[in-house]
């Protein structure tokens, strides 16, 4: 399957963004997917994650509250609702994919990635 992540941009604090992770194939639905963050200078971290079904979701306590992953499957694509921005959630933002049952923060676990969108938070 392959990724295409978009929706970054320049936002102020507190404000709102919408990522999307369009994929190819038919078969998007057997996958969990995730949302991971890597900001300037540091390692690439988990944010969140939705298991193939859509009927669980996963998430960082540093997002927690604040973001929300969904999917519609008919579209082949996964969103990340982000809310109440801090300058903190600046980063790359990737999605990736996974086959494997049940979902897991380690990057490892997931097969295939998106190129990344950037989000920058400004004070």
């Known amino acids: 399957v392959q990724l295409q992540a978009c929706g970054g941009g320049l936002v102020q604090v507190g404000g709102s963004l919408r990522l999307s992770c369009a994929a190819s194939?038919?078969?998007?639905?057997?996958?969990?997917i995730g949302w991971f963050r890597q900001a300037s200078g540091k390692e690439r971290e988990f944010v969140a994650a939705?298991?193939?079904?859509?009927?669980?979701?996963y998430y960082a306590d540093s997002v927690k509250g604040r973001f929300t992953i969904s999917r519609d499957n008919a579209k082949n694509t996964v969103y990340l609702q982000m809310n109440s921005l801090k300058p903190e959630d600046t980063a790359v933002y990737y999605c990736?994919?996974?086959?494997?049952?049940?979902?897991?923060?380690?990057?490892?676990?997931?097969?295939?990635w998106g190129q990344g969108t950037l989000v920058t938070v400004s004070s």
């Open positions: 990736a994919a996974s086959g494997r049952i049940g979902v897991k923060a380690q990057e490892n676990w997931y097969d295939y």
């Open positions: 194939g038919r078969t998007f639905s057997t996958y969990n």
């Open positions: 939705i298991i193939r079904s859509a009927g669980s979701t």
